[in-house]
């Protein structure tokens, strides 16, 4: 029964592209199988607005800590993110109350919690450069934090004045959303021109552990000489890491842009994926490559996290919670002191062990003795026979007691995940841009 439902589920996959095809529609069929066959259930996964003003995080190993900064000096329309136009007392206000959130959620515990990493997203993190240490001086209050901080710039916040005041601050790795140096690219995604010999001379400068830059795969006619011009300019001028992320086409953004074929996306993936071997790179995720194996970026690939600021998500062992996306009533809510928890799920145990996979494999590896560390059981056992035929259908290999993706898994986990965005992200940012606070809702 397994069998004939993963592979009618492999089947659909490929008439996606088909004229006449009903994506949307059927992405949403395939997400829901999909949901239904690994939790075993045919229950959906429901959010409410009952959350836990104490969040239990105490006992969760490998914690990682995110922070957003939602503002922006112009808003890039192909941008899902939750962000708005910079003001500054808007800003420092927001920053304000984003302190008060942190000394709530980290006063709850009487000693400090070992974290692995910190990482700032947003928006553009960089416009609170003069309070970026203050920030990390209040969490080192409550977190002690083992791996290292990151933090994601703007090409125009890369000059020597603001890396000094980051580098000051603690931060050690870096990740420039440069998207592409290509011109016919900036257009097509409305973006400014980015200097790239300046940006050689002040990483020059200023050196980081990890200087990444982000660059995005599948825009409209991409071919792979464009995307190594991209890769090759990135490393010459002072990346030690890169994401090549794929274009996603949200439904309540602005953008125009095409999105490329499942065909075409194939090819290009697997030229670049080859480009990098041949380099002698290293893939540390689906959509990430170092020249240096100790480079790393990611915000994502972590156990458990906590979430600060509007919009954050946090990860705990049995919950999934994530903030209102609007600034105001964020800070209405902190400053009654209470937290601006919006939608909150509560795991039955096959939910959090589909999180679990799903996140964990996106940095290509899933050892079988951590799985079995979380949840008390072998992943075998839970999902022997998914485990044999992704093997039969060359998805993954396993090396010494880890499963490890393959580059036609690559392919089809970065496929699935486009429809997982559009199913689950998609409608549940869509929905939190209209409401501070939904009641409830069901994906």
Not at 134 to 146: A, P, S
Not at 415 to 442: H, Q
Request: proline share 3%.
């Amino acid at each position: 029964m397994h069998y004939r439902s993963e592979l009618s589920i492999i089947k659909a996959l490929k008439e996606l592209d088909k004229p006449g095809f009903e994506k949307e529609k059927t992405v949403s069929i395939i997400t829901s199988l999909t949901r239904m066959w690994l939790t075993r259930s045919i229950r959906p996964f429901t959010f409410t607005d009952d959350y836990d003003e104490e969040i239990p995080y105490s006992d969760c190993d490998k914690l990682g800590l995110y922070v957003h900064i939602p503002f922006c000096i112009s808003i890039c329309n192909f941008c899902p993110y939750c962000k708005e136009i910079y003001n500054r007392d808007k800003m420092n206000a927001y920053i304000d109350a984003l302190i008060k959130e942190i000394r709530i959620v980290g006063s709850q515990y009487n000693e400090k919690k070992t974290v692995t990493s910190l990482y700032f997203g947003g928006g553009t993190p960089a416009l609170a450069v003069d309070r970026i240490g203050e920030i990390i001086g209040v969490l080192k209050e409550y977190f002690e934090i083992t791996d290292g901080i990151g933090i994601e710039l703007h090409p125009k916040n890369v000059n020597p004045d603001v890396l000094i005041k980051l580098k000051d601050a603690g931060v050690d790795r870096i990740s420039i959303g440069v998207q592409s140096f290509l011109e016919k690219y900036i257009r097509t995604l409305g973006r400014t021109d980015v200097n790239a010999d300046n940006l050689k001379m002040t990483l020059a400068k200023v050196p980081f552990k990890t200087v990444s830059m982000d660059f995005i795969f599948a825009l409209p006619d991409q071919t792979f000489d464009d995307l190594k011009y991209d890769i090759d300019k990135a490393f010459e001028i002072g990346a030690n890491h890169v994401a090549i992320y794929p274009f996603i086409d949200f439904t309540f953004t602005d953008s125009k842009v095409k999105a490329m074929t499942k065909k075409e996306k194939h090819t290009l993936l697997d030229k670049v994926t080859l480009y990098f071997k041949e380099k002698g790179y290293y893939r540390s995720s689906i959509w990430t490559f170092s020249s240096d194996a100790d480079a790393k970026y990611s915000s994502m690939t972590r156990d458990n996290f906590l979430g600060f600021g509007c919009s954050a998500a946090t990860l705990l062992k049995n919950q999934f919670k994530i903030n209102t996306f609007s600034v105001e009533e964020y800070c209405k809510r902190i400053e009654s002191k209470t937290l601006p928890t919006s939608l909150t799920i509560r795991f039955r145990k096959r939910q959090r062990m589909t999180y679990y996979l799903f996140w964990t494999a996106y940095g290509m590896k899933v050892p079988l003795k951590d799985f079995e560390a979380f949840f008390g059981v072998p992943l075998k056992k839970v999902y022997g026979f998914e485990i044999w035929l992704a093997k039969v259908l060359g998805f993954i290999k396993e090396e010494n007691g880890v499963l490890v993706m393959t580059m036609k898994g690559a392919f089809y986990y970065h496929y699935y995940e486009n429809f997982y965005t559009l199913s689950y992200i998609d409608k549940m940012w869509g929905l939190m841009r209209k409401e501070a606070f939904p009641k409830k809702m069901r994906l």
